[in-house]
């Protein structure tokens, strides 16, 4: 988390303490420049979610496309030129991914910085999401399904819906305290949530969930804490982003997180 790495201030701290273990003024500097360049150069949220990254590249040569427009898609080797599914929703692989990657980013930025228009775009992008994610249509590798239990909304699969969360997860709770309780219930309920509802019932590969859980938080392993039985799907994704009590909370407090099933 964050939260649990960094605090605002850290910023000045690094630059009176260079070899301090937490940030060094120059890799500071390197990390906040990363950040602007790709607030730079932030796309637009994509109209639908992604493709396999892997159906991305030249049938002949094998080599990973070049975007040059939504609908053209070139290979830097033989110069073959693609178009229309699956390299039209491919190319969105890597939109997402930076979306993520951005709200994560910007997350610590804030943490580092307290300048307020990290949070302001890591705001941004996720209220985008939690206005669009739930209108995104299930989809595997092939295509469009409700029926495989591994298909995601922002990609075609489980893997990639839940590295994409977990930054995003991470951004959000880096700038939870900049936001109104509107635009937290916002991003929770139209975001977190349902995504965190999905990747679960991936896990479960299809069948019945299982009927207990048990959530624990610890310091050491002789030591285990926040101990929380769940019965369904419903109360397995609150019991881990509910804000005032949920495992996430716990986690970010103590540093560790075990699910037992």
């Given at each position: 988390s964050p939260q649990a790495?960094?605090?605002?201030?850290?910023?000045?701290?690094?630059?009176?303490?260079?070899?301090?273990?937490?940030?060094?003024?120059?890799?500071?500097?390197?990390?906040?420049?990363?950040?602007?360049?790709?607030?730079?150069?932030?796309?637009?949220?994509?109209?639908?979610?992604?493709?396999?990254?892997?159906?991305?590249?030249?049938?002949?040569?094998?080599?990973?496309?070049?975007?040059?427009?939504?609908?053209?898609?070139?290979?830097?080797?033989?110069?073959?030129?693609?178009?229309?599914?699956?390299?039209?929703?491919?190319?969105?692989?890597?939109?997402?991914?930076?979306?993520?990657?951005?709200?994560?980013?910007?997350?610590?930025?804030?943490?580092?910085?307290?300048?307020?228009?990290?949070?302001?775009?890591?705001?941004?992008?996720?209220?985008d999401y939690a206005g669009t994610y739930r209108s995104y249509p299930r989809h595997d590798n092939s295509g469009p399904t409700e029926r495989n239990c591994d298909a995601g909304r922002a990609f075609s699969q489980i893997l990639d819906e839940s590295v994409w969360l977990i930054n995003l997860v991470q951004g959000y709770d880096a700038i939870a305290m900049t936001l109104d309780k509107a635009d937290r219930t916002r991003v929770i309920e139209g975001l977190i949530r349902p995504a965190a509802d999905l990747v679960f019932a991936g896990e479960w590969a299809g069948g019945e969930p299982p009927q207990r859980y048990v959530f624990a938080s610890f310091d050491d392993y002789d030591d285990v804490k926040d101990v929380t039985w769940t019965s369904s799907q419903h109360d397995l994704s609150r019991v881990i982003v509910d804000s005032e009590n949920g495992c996430l909370k716990a986690v970010f407090k103590r540093g560790m997180l075990l699910i037992f099933r």
């Open positions: 790495s960094f605090s605002a201030g850290s910023e000045a701290m690094a630059a009176q303490q260079p070899a301090s273990p937490q940030i060094s003024a120059s890799g500071w500097a390197d990390f906040r420049s990363a950040v602007d360049r790709s607030l730079a150069n932030r796309p637009d949220l994509p109209s639908r979610g992604a493709q396999w990254f892997h159906w991305y590249c030249c049938k002949a040569c094998g080599v990973h496309l070049k975007t040059e427009t939504p609908t053209r898609h070139v290979c830097s080797k033989c110069g073959a030129v693609y178009s229309g599914w699956p390299y039209d929703d491919a190319a969105f692989f890597s939109v997402h991914h930076a979306l993520g990657l951005l709200v994560r980013d910007c997350g610590i930025a804030w943490s580092l910085s307290d300048d307020r228009r990290y949070a302001d775009a890591a705001r941004s992008v996720l209220m």
